[in-house]
């Protein structure tokens, strides 16, 4: 399912009305219609419904909802900004002005004469904040109910998902065609409600650059046993980690890929670190990479190559002392095995030109796995400016870094060059300390039995949503840890390979 932006729509727009020849009067007419099946479905004629139009395309989709409400007999007011300014708003306006309707101006808009607001205020084209008496309106509609926004919340950035200023609180948008990265983003994703695709007849340009695939909707897939197989064959994994004050991190990366089937995993670790492993997780071997627990050796590093693993975990647990960075932008020079770098071997390198360097030279694989802060970090750039323009810097990055990167966040993004994947899931139970060490250990267990690294990524991504779930229900939204994740990981993938 693709997932557009601002300049993709308008492009699908043009290609459809210019090169098709689609007439765009009857794409409006389409995109009220289909709108209005939706409102029907959702409310009945006992309810009082207010259809507040901007003077552009959006407000002309409001002209059209409102045409057909009313002769469903539906008790209708329009509230209007301005008088509409686009062609086919105006025609459409001057329909339904013919009927028996009462056309308002917007400061005339009082919350407690109506049930339902249908919300055709901007669409994906706003380009100013909301700010003064508009603003003061948009408060005066969110206190309404039942509210439906048509093509997206009005007031929400549909490439960022930021609120510009101020914003309708939708229980419902209906999306016209294709979605929008501002209904999956934060914060626009809380302001959208249940989301409803409605096709109008718009074609996808053949012209347009690559979209984002949406993959909520993705099966579960797990990696193929061998029923003959011996612990040889099903990977060999090394998490190095778990210095002073956070072993937890190693043990929960360490025991979520063993428990996701790899065959043989190890640790490298400091000394005191390695005595308390044997005993916390006695399946997992271990390699000492310093005698002290506040960092890693560098002269020891050939002793984790030395392991031969097939996927290395570098980064949970780490710390942040400077000969530890040393180590980890040497083991990145050396190791020719896959690596996923998460926590805090993402904060190695010096400046960004340094990552590029290392990264973009390595022969195998590179698995970035930062949430929004490391990745600001990563980058050198001020985190919001980041949030605003995550998919074009995640494309960058990862294009530079020759890496596949996956944005951890409550819509989780994952990227390889301009090839985009978005997982829009939220789950507050995973909002714990060591659930992304255990998304990590998922990842290097899938890809050592013989997924790809983008089968590996998104069937990480999804298995510990769907795992997150099952947690959820099992001790409710409160109660998740991340022992009880890759409890409840174990439990899914037990029902799913034996359905």
């Known amino acids: 399912m693709d997932v557009f932006s601002s300049n993709q729509m308008r492009e699908s727009d043009r290609y459809t009305i210019q090169d098709l020849g689609v007439p765009s009067i009857l794409l409006m007419e389409q995109a009220g219609g289909e709108s209005y099946k939706v409102i029907k479905n959702l409310y009945d004629k006992g309810h009082k419904v207010a259809i507040i139009c901007g003077s552009g395309n959006n407000g002309g989709d409001g002209y059209v ?3 057909r409400l009313i002769l469903a007999d539906y008790d209708v007011t329009i509230f209007q900004l301005n008088d509409p300014v686009s062609e086919d708003a105006i025609y459409h306006y001057e329909i339904v002005k013919k009927f028996d309707v009462d056309i308002l101006d917007l ?20 380009s100013r ?4 008496d508009l603003a003061i309106n948009i408060d005066e509609i969110n206190k309404v109910d039942h509210i439906v926004s048509i093509d997206i919340s009005s007031g929400v950035c549909s490439d960022s998902g930021d609120i510009r200023g101020a914003c309708i609180e939708a229980n419902h948008t209906i999306v016209l065609q294709f979605y929008k990265r501002g209904h999956f983003l934060y914060p626009g994703s809380s302001v959208s409600g249940e989301l409803h695709l409605v096709d109008i007849g718009v074609y996808k340009s053949p012209k347009m650059d690559t979209t984002i695939q949406l993959m909520n909707d993705l099966k579960m897939k797990l990696p193929k046993r061998n029923p003959w197989s011996h612990k040889g064959m099903n990977g060999r994994v090394l998490v190095i980690g778990g210095l002073k004050g956070k072993l937890g991190a190693l043990h929960f990366a360490s025991l979520a890929s063993s428990h996701s089937g790899t065959g043989l995993v190890f640790t490298g670790t400091s000394r005191q670190a390695m005595v308390q492993l044997q005993i916390s997780v006695p399946e997992v071997m271990g390699v000492e990479l310093s005698e002290f627990d506040e960092y890693l050796d560098i002269t020891r ?33 050396l190791c020719s095995s896959p690596i996923l770098l998460d926590a805090d071997a993402l904060h190695a390198f010096e400046t960004e030109t340094q990552m590029f360097e290392i990264l973009s030279k390595r022969s195998a694989q590179t698995i970035l796995t930062p949430h929004l802060g490391e990745f600001s970090d990563m980058l050198k750039m001020n985190m919001s400016e980041v949030d605003k323009n995550r998919i074009e810097l995640l494309s960058y990055c990862s294009h530079e870094t020759k890496s596949t990167i996956i944005l951890k966040d409550s819509t989780t993004l994952i990227c390889r060059d301009d090839q985009i994947f978005m997982h829009s899931k939220p789950n507050s139970v995973l909002a714990k300390g060591g659930s992304g060490d255990v998304l990590s250990g998922l990842i290097a267990s899938f890809f050592v039995q013989g997924m790809t690294e983008q089968e590996s990524s998104i069937q990480g991504v999804l298995i510990h949503s769907l795992g997150a779930d099952v947690m959820k229900s099992k001790y409710g939204e409160h109660g ?20």
């Open 301 to 333: 590093i050939q002793e984790a190559l030395d392991i031969d693993a097939d996927f290395v975990i570098l980064g949970p647990g780490l710390g942040r002392h400077e000969w530890t960075k040393e180590f980890v932008r040497e083991f990145c020079r």
């Open 129 to 132: 904040d909301i700010l003064d």
């Open 65 to 67: 909802i409102a045409r």
């Open 107 to 126: 400061e005339h808009f009082q919350s407690n004469d109506c049930d339902v607001v249908i919300d055709c205020l901007f669409g994906t084209g706003l």
């Open 480 to 499: 998740g840890s991340p022992l009880r994740l890759i409890d409840s990981i174990g439990t899914l993938m037990k029902d799913s390979s034996l359905s």
